[in-house]
């Protein structure tokens, strides 16, 4: 049901951007991980009703995610950053095709070692974290303290495609680590004083964490 959901509502987009349309060709043949088409359709939706100012995003890819965040919110500013020496590069070419480059500043580097000025001298609306999800927490721990009070901060892959609900001996032996992270992070997170706490059950699973 899942995928002809997201087949329904991936055909309901108008398809202008070419840049947009090659990303994703991309992704699909390079294996690199994007949001579906649910997910990133629900999450333009909330930030556009957040309307966030700065935003800082944590796990990069090949740049798809910043890209539509900023043509789907004109006044927002996104600092990105990702490790992967590869997919770093190809987010550096495909910002500099967008007509949003001047509003996206990509860094290069690890997030749980960096401890760049660019980052951590502004404060951020919004905090997206879509990077290795076992190190959640961490991340979390890390960049919380950047966001303002009254912002929001975004986890996608919550759900990890379903593994969430698999019994440990169920999931291969070299991701059990990493999914038993995930839950515990989801765990934490529901009972966090400092945060509301919403997880929607769309693509594969948004947290939604307010700090109040």
């Known amino acids: 049901m899942m995928n002809t959901i997201e087949q329904y509502i991936a055909s309901l987009r108008i398809k202008t951007d070419p840049l947009i349309d090659e990303m994703e060709q991309f992704a699909k043949e390079h294996h ?30 090949i740049g798809y995610s910043a890209i539509r965040m900023a043509k789907a919110c004109p006044t927002l500013q ?13 987010a550096v070419h495909y910002i500099k095709e967008s007509n949003v480059s001047d509003r996206i500043q990509i860094i290069y580097g690890d997030a749980l070692l960096l401890e760049d000025e660019a980052i951590f001298q502004k404060t951020y609306d919004a905090l997206f974290i879509d990077a290795a999800k076992g190190q959640y927490k961490r991340f979390f721990e890390k960049y919380a303290e950047v966001v303002a009070p009254g912002g ?36 934490w997170m529901m009972v966090h004083p400092d945060y509301e706490v919403s997880i929607l059950p769309i693509g594969d699973g948004i947290l939604i964490a307010v700090k109040k």
């Open 32 to 61: 690199v991980p994007i949001m579906d088409a649910s997910g990133i359709e629900t999450f333009i939706g909330l930030l556009r009703i957040q309307r966030p100012k700065f935003l800082l995003e944590i796990g990069s890819a």
């Open 78 to 90: 996104i600092v990105t950053v990702e490790r992967d020496e590869e997919r770093y590069n190809r």
């Open 152 to 187: 929001v901060i975004y986890c996608d892959n919550l759900f990890m495609h379903g593994a969430v609900l698999q019994a440990d001996e169920d999931i291969p032996r070299r991701n059990r680590t990493m999914i038993r992270n995930l839950k515990e992070f989801t765990k």
